[in-house]
């Protein structure tokens, strides 16, 4: 990184950045219950706290890989400023939850492009097709209630054992699963992977380089611009 670059940027905040990735995580879990919550008369909502649980791993992988905006990132790259990391958003998140939260790689690219990406642009989670392969979604407080729902419709048989962040198989002869995902399970497996020992946060506290990324981020945040058309 150039000289003159580290001269203008923010120094690291340990409490400032602390407090606010800890803010984050118990935000998500106060909406995840209100998300879930028994009101009489209204469906749980769990389309919000998706998109809001996958707009938190993206802010937190930001941190880690120090941008969110690619153009802003190859933009510094051109200028010799930043780091060499030509990845995709969707690589990025799931390089986070596979290197914090244990998830395997191929499931946290499908969750990206469900619960991210289809979510955010067409206003509802689809099917994806990966070549013979056909992805449904399926999502649920906790995987108690995703399996009982599944038995009760007979996507699944009794026997069928299913866990969060799994593939299961419903097509019979044809390449069809349904992608499940508990969001009580991914919010507790995100304050574990961040928080827990060894996490994200205990890594950013002790690492140099994960402190610049914080940083390039953190300033990347406050040079967002809106160009009216």
């Given at each position: 990184?150039?000289?003159?670059?580290?001269?203008?940027?923010?120094?690291?905040?340990?409490?400032?950045?602390?407090?606010?990735?800890?803010?984050?995580?118990?935000?998500?879990e106060?909406?995840?219950?209100?998300?879930?919550a028994?009101?009489?008369?209204?469906?749980p909502?769990?389309?919000?706290?998706?998109?809001y649980?996958?707009?938190?791993?993206?802010?937190?992988?930001?941190?880690?890989?120090?941008?969110?905006d690619?153009?802003?990132?190859?933009?510094?790259?051109?200028?010799?400023?930043?780091?060499?990391?030509?990845?995709?958003?969707?690589?990025?998140?799931?390089?986070?939850?596979?290197?914090?939260l244990?998830?395997?790689?191929?499931?946290?690219?499908?969750?990206?492009?469900?619960?991210?990406?289809?979510?955010?642009?067409?206003?509802?989670?689809?099917?994806l097709?990966?070549?013979?392969?056909?992805?449904?979604?399926?999502i649920?407080?906790?995987?108690?209630?995703?399996?009982?729902?599944?038995?009760?419709?007979?996507?699944?048989?009794?026997?069928?054992?299913?866990?969060?962040?799994?593939?299961?198989?419903?097509?019979?002869?044809?390449?069809?699963?349904?992608?499940?995902?508990?969001?009580?399970?991914?919010?507790t497996?995100?304050?574990?992977?961040?928080?827990?020992?060894?996490?994200?946060?205990?890594?950013?506290?002790?690492?140099?380089?994960?402190?610049?990324?914080?940083?390039?981020?953190?300033?990347?945040?406050d040079?967002?611009?809106?160009n009216?058309?």
């Amino acid at each position: 990184m150039a000289q003159n670059q580290l001269n203008t940027m923010k120094s690291f905040d340990c409490d400032s950045i602390s407090n606010s990735i800890k803010g984050r995580i118990r935000s998500l879990e106060n909406d995840a219950v209100r998300a879930f919550a028994p009101v009489q008369g209204l469906d749980p909502s769990p389309f919000p706290i998706a998109m809001y649980a996958f707009a938190t791993i993206d802010c937190l992988s930001s941190y880690w890989a120090g941008w969110n905006d690619g153009k802003i990132r190859d933009a510094k790259r051109i200028k010799g400023l930043f780091i060499n990391d030509g990845r995709s958003q969707t690589k990025r998140i799931a390089d986070f939850l596979e290197s914090f939260l244990g998830y395997q790689q191929l499931n946290s690219q499908i969750a990206t492009a469900i619960w991210r990406h289809k979510l955010m642009h067409t206003a509802e989670p689809r099917r994806l097709r990966s070549g013979a392969d056909l992805y449904h979604w399926c999502i649920g407080h906790d995987i108690g209630a995703i399996t009982n729902k599944l038995r009760s419709e007979r996507l699944i048989a009794e026997s069928t054992k299913i866990s969060h962040w799994s593939t299961c198989k419903v097509g019979g002869s044809i390449a069809e699963y349904l992608f499940i995902m508990s969001v009580q399970d991914l919010i507790t497996d995100l304050r574990r992977g961040v928080l827990g020992s060894n996490g994200y946060l205990e890594r950013l506290m002790n690492s140099r380089e994960l402190q610049t990324n914080c940083v390039e981020f953190s300033d990347e945040c406050d040079s967002y611009q809106f160009n009216p058309i």
